[in-house]
C-alpha cells in the first residue's frame, strides 16, 4: 500500500505565503504524476496544481503567478509554495499521487492524502 503524508497548512493573514509538503511512502514501483486539490466549505474538491514525471505543470486560473508547485523525485515528495495568500484560498488541501506499485504484476491507481487546512484571514 502506499500513504501520502501532508504538512505545512496552518492559519495565515492575506498576503502570507505557506509551502505544504506531502511525502509518499510504501511498495512504490514509480510515482506518476503528483498533485494538489482542495475544498472549501460547502464546495466541489477542486485541481489547484498539477506536476508530472517529466515537471509538465498545470495550475488553475485563479492560483496561477502566486502558487509553484514542484516535486523532488528522490524523496517521492511533492511540494505547493502558496504566495500572496487570499481568504478565497481557505480550503483544505488533498495531495494526490498516481501511482505504480508492485502487487502481483504492476498495478497503477490514484491516492489521496488526509488534506490540511490552509486558513487566510483578511
Known amino acids: 500500500q502506499v500513504q501520502l503524508v501532508e504538512s505545512g497548512g496552518g492559519l495565515v493573514q492575506a498576503g502570507g505565503s505557506l509551502r505544504l509538503s506531502c511525502a509518499a511512502s510504501?511498495?512504490?514501483?514509480?510515482?506518476?504524476?503528483m498533485g494538489w486539490y482542495r475544498q472549501a466549505p460547502g464546495k466541489q474538491r477542486e485541481l489547484v496544481a498539477t506536476?508530472?514525471?517529466?515537471?509538465?505543470?498545470h495550475y488553475t486560473d485563479s492560483v496561477k503567478g502566486r502558487f509553484t508547485i514542484s516535486r523532488d523525485n528522490a524523496k517521492n515528495t511533492v511540494y505547493l509554495q502558496m504566495n500572496s495568500l487570499k481568504p478565497e484560498d481557505t480550503a483544505v488541501y488533498y495531495c494526490?499521487?498516481?501511482?505504480?506499485?508492485?502487487?502481483?504484476?504492476?498495478?497503477?491507481?490514484?491516492?489521496w492524502g488526509q488534506g490540511t487546512q490552509v486558513t487566510v484571514s483578511s
Open positions: 494526490n499521487a498516481v501511482v505504480t506499485v508492485v502487487a502481483g504484476g504492476m498495478l497503477e491507481s490514484d491516492y
Open positions: 510504501g511498495s512504490i514501483f514509480s510515482i506518476n504524476a
Open positions: 506536476i508530472t514525471t517529466f515537471s509538465r505543470l
